[in-house]
């Protein structure tokens, strides 16, 4: 099993809206609605930011969204902030088992 | 208040072995998967398997089958991570993680750093 493809780093000013691709095949990403993403700071444990496609937990700002095309998923982060600046992971089921991403280091300019 | 809290850090010799675990509370503990995550120095985060405390059913990632041991305890709302005889390649932080169903992690430990050195 290989993991989903991330891009390794993605920049924005504060404000701006920022999109990160998570590519998968038919056999993860595009066979379910179970994509999740994962917000790491550095010397911190993740945190779930979207969950089973576009769903927010509880307490995550509105301006972090989630959505699926075919086999690539993507987090949308709008109206970027200083705190936004972390790694991010996606994460899709696969039968019974999960893949997650490469992983992808967001910087605010 | 749902809490993972994890054993402390651990430093091993190749060869050894060593049981790592993550103590709940807050919730159903037979309930929820619960699972691990690798991430080594400087890498990214790697889905190892989990445990349905509820009936041990334990499901693990083709890359660790055979290589690490999950279980869970229902009586003091633990899981662990155990290895038999551990590598260099082992060291890593290792993470459990609350299930949210078995296709997602809502609630993380604090992380458990493992090395291995001779």
């Known amino acids: 099993q290989s993991a989903l493809t991330q891009p390794a780093s993605v920049s924005g000013s504060p404000g701006q809206s920022i999109t990160i691709s998570c590519t998968g095949t038919?056999?993860?990403?595009?066979?379910?609605?179970?994509v999740s993403w994962y917000q790491q700071h550095p010397g911190k444990a993740p945190k779930v930011m979207i969950y089973d496609v576009n769903n927010r937990p509880s307490g995550v700002p509105d301006r972090f969204s989630g959505s699926k095309s075919g086999n690539t998923a993507s987090l949308t982060i709008s109206g970027l902030q200083a705190e936004d600046e972390a790694d991010y992971y996606c994460?899709?089921?696969?039968?019974?088992?999960?893949?997650f991403g490469t992983g992808t280091k967001v910087t605010v300019l | 208040e749902v809490q993972l809290v994890q054993s402390g850090a651990e430093v091993k010799k190749p060869g050894e072995s060593l049981k790592i675990s993550c103590k709940t509370s807050?919730?159903?503990?037979?309930?929820?998967?619960i699972g691990w995550v690798r991430q080594m120095p400087g890498k990214g985060l790697e889905w190892m398997g989990i445990i349905y405390p509820g009936d041990s059913d334990t499901r693990y990632s083709p890359s660790f089958q055979g290589q690490v041991t999950i279980s869970a305890d229902k009586s003091i709302s633990t899981a662990y991570l155990r290895w038999n005889s551990l590598k260099a390649s082992d060291t890593a932080m290792y993470y459990c993680a609350r299930g949210r169903g078995s296709t997602s992690f809502d609630y993380w430990g604090q992380g458990t750093l493992v090395t291995v050195s001779s």
């Open positions: 038919s056999s993860d990403v595009g066979g379910y609605n179970y």
């Open positions: 994460s899709s089921y696969t039968t019974s088992s999960t893949l």
């Open positions: 807050g919730y159903s503990f037979s309930s929820y998967w």
